[in-house]
Antibody, heavy 119, light 111 residues
């Protein structure tokens, strides 16, 4: 059974760096083709893809946010970490992680975690 | 960047009637391997998105057969043959051929 769960702060201040962790089970980065991505959704708005990391450490980033994002993985812990610098109130959103298999993207999703950016 | 445009933004539907959502991409979604990486997701109120369709027309496990996907190149459609109350929510298309991009969403509601 594949499960993913996001964790991190619920509140960050403007200009701070956000660090989110996705902890998963039921699959492994030891398997060729496996990847984990991050997607966010501001309240009442559409989904926005942020970043993806694959089993071979190939990394993809949203062009519009690339300068602020870093995605890494810890294969031994079954975790993926996303950092986003210089947070702003417009970054307030529910952040989801989801599993990918090659280009077969986002079949499984976590429950999401709401991050509010406010002073 | 590939832009995904969905229409309509809102779709009021009578229970038991069909519904159709359009998704257009700014570039062809045919990948070099011959596949077209166009997915459809359903997001019910208060829930995480759920993938319904992958590679244009393949239903995910457990997805009712009243959902179907079609299209090619830059034009794609999600159809619900007979809308049920549990189908209320927002539907998104997503391309995975050239990086990843989501459409803006279509809200399906019951008349």
């Amino acid at each position: 059974q594949v499960t993913l769960k996001e964790s991190g702060p619920t509140l960050v201040k403007p200009t701070q760096t956000l660090t989110l962790t996705c902890t998963f089970s039921g699959f492994s980065f030891s398997t060729s083709g496996v990847g984990v991505g991050w997607i966010r959704q501001p309240p009442g708005k559409a989904l926005e893809w942020l970043a993806l990391i694959y089993w071979d450490d190939d990394k993809w980033y949203s062009p519009s946010l690339k300068s602020r994002l870093t995605i890494t993985k810890d294969t031994s812990k079954n975790q993926v970490v996303l950092t986003m610098t210089n947070m702003d109130p417009v970054d307030t959103a529910t952040y989801y992680c989801a599993r990918t298999y090659y280009r077969n993207q986002f079949q499984y999703w976590g429950q999401g975690t709401l991050v509010t950016v406010s002073s | 960047d590939v832009v995904m445009t969905q229409s309509p933004l809102s779709l009021p539907v009578t229970l038991g009637q069909p519904a159709s959502i359009s998704c257009r991409s700014s570039q062809s979604l045919v990948y070099s391997d011959g596949n077209t990486y166009l997915n459809w997701f359903q997001q019910r109120p208060g829930q995480s998105p759920r993938r319904l369709i992958y590679k244009v027309s393949n239903r995910d496990s457990g997805v009712p057969d009243r959902f179907s996907g079609s299209g090619s190149g830059t034009d794609f459609t999600l159809k619900i043959s007979r809308v049920e109350a549990e189908d209320v929510g927002v539907y998104y298309c997503m391309q995975g051929t050239r990086s990843v991009t989501f459409g803006g969403g279509t809200k399906v509601e019951i008349k």
